[in-house]
């Protein structure tokens, strides 16, 4: 069973910079989704494998960029400008069907993987 592994977590001061790496097979949706203690789980950015449409939030629209090496079927997202509110613990999904799915809703999605821990803080 295909499995998906992040990494690429850390702390970092606000206004640096973090790239989260997802080593996953081919999914036809893919997505990133972050955890706050305490708070439901979010998403922060989604990916279509036909025609590479991207998708974002609008707290991190010009901050993150989310990206995938075909070549390695690694999903990544950039992170850039980073808050302290950015800090959660940061999940990849994957849903591998070829109709539309809702890319929001953690539901959509069926394969997850373990999450990697960002922490921004000074």
């Known amino acids: 069973q295909a499995q998906l592994k992040e990494s690429g977590g850390g702390s970092v001061q606000p206004g640096g910079s973090l790239r989260l790496s997802c080593a996953s097979a081919?999914?036809?949706?893919m997505a990133w989704f972050r955890q706050a203690p305490g708070k439901e789980r979010e998403v922060v950015a989604g990916?279509?494998?036909?025609?590479?449409?991207?998708y974002y939030v609008d707290s991190v629209k010009g901050r993150f960029t989310v990206s995938k090496n075909n070549a390695d079927q690694i999903l990544y997202l950039h992170m850039n400008m980073l808050k302290p509110e950015d800090t959660a613990m940061y999940y990849c999904a994957a849903a591998n069907v070829a109709y539309d799915i809702d890319w929001s809703r953690p539901s959509s999605y069926d394969l997850w993987g373990q999450g990697t821990q960002v922490t921004v803080s000074s």
């Open positions: 081919v999914f036809q949706h």
């Open positions: 990916y279509r494998n036909v025609g590479g449409g991207k």
